[in-house]
Nanobody, 115 residues
Framework: QVQVVESGGGLVQPGGSLRLSCVAS????????VGWYRQAPGKQRELVAG???????NYADSVKGRFTISRDNDKNTVYLQMNSLKPEGSGAYYC?????????WGQGTQVTVSS
């Protein structure tokens, strides 16, 4: 049974930073594409940042220049460094690992940006 577990969320003031982590119990993690998604209350889940197994990255326009996705395949871990956080960045952040048509999702970690 594959498990995907996010951590690192919390309450942060506008302009602050957080680093999210996601550990996936996938046997060959290095061949999976990974991504971080955000879901605000009453809104659809949206892609924040993604990284292919080859290392190519893509970001939502709203976070470009402020967020950085990275991975450590030796630790089966994906990170999301979030800087200059804004209140609209609040929501549940989910990690996903994908290979072909198989997706593994975590349960999410809550981020609240508020003064």
């Amino acid at each position: 049974q594959v498990q995907v577990v996010e951590s690192g969320g919390g309450l942060v003031q506008p302009g602050g930073s957080l680093r999210l982590s996601c550990v996936a119990s996938i046997r060959i993690f290095s061949i999976y594409d990974v991504g971080w998604y955000r879901q605000a209350p009453g809104k659809q889940r949206e892609l924040v940042a993604g990284m292919t197994f080859g290392g190519a990255t893509n970001y939502a326009d709203s976070v470009k220049g402020r967020f950085t996705i990275s991975r450590d395949n030796d630790k089966n871990t994906v990170y999301l460094q979030m800087n200059s956080l804004k209140p609209e960045g609040s929501g549940a952040y989910y990690c996903k690992a994908r290979r072909g048509d198989v997706d593994y999702w975590g349960q999410g970690t809550q981020v609240t940006v508020s003064s």
